[in-house]
Nanobody, 121 residues
Framework: QVQLVESGGGLVQPGGSLRLSCATS????????MGWYRQAPGKQRELVAI???????NYVDSVKGRFTISRDNAKNTVYLQMNSLKPEDTAVYYC???????????????WGQGTQVTVSS
């Protein structure tokens, strides 16, 4: 069974930084795109950042220049470094990964459980 486990959320003051991590486990053969979504109360889930297996990245406009997504392919882990945080960044952050894995070597998108990020003074 493939699993994604997130860590690194918490409470931070405006202007502060947090680093989210998302580690994969289980029977994994290959990982394509990895990324992060977020969902604020009363809002739809939005894509924050995505990183391809080759390392190319894309970001939603509201986080460009503040957030950096990276991945460690040896550890099958994706990170989100968040700097200059704003109250509007408050949300539950979910990682995802497009993985070929499992007992029948099937391609599927897997999700983490979510981690709360709260930006407040």
């Amino acid at each position: 069974q493939v699993q994604l486990v997130e860590s690194g959320g918490g409470l931070v003051q405006p202007g502060g930084s947090l680093r989210l991590s998302c580690a994969t486990s289980g029977r994994i053969f290959s990982i394509y795109d990895m990324g992060w979504y977020r969902q604020a109360p009363g809002k739809q889930r939005e894509l924050v950042a995505i990183i391809a297996s080759g390392g190319s990245t894309n970001y939603v406009d509201s986080v460009k220049g503040r957030f950096t997504i990276s991945r460690d392919n040896a550890k099958n882990t994706v990170y989100l470094q968040m700097n200059s945080l704003k109250p509007e960044d408050t949300a539950v952050y979910y990682c995802y990964a497009d993985i070929v894995g499992g007992p029948v070597r099937k391609r599927n998108v897997y999700w983490g459980q979510g981690t709360q990020v709260t930006v407040s003074s």
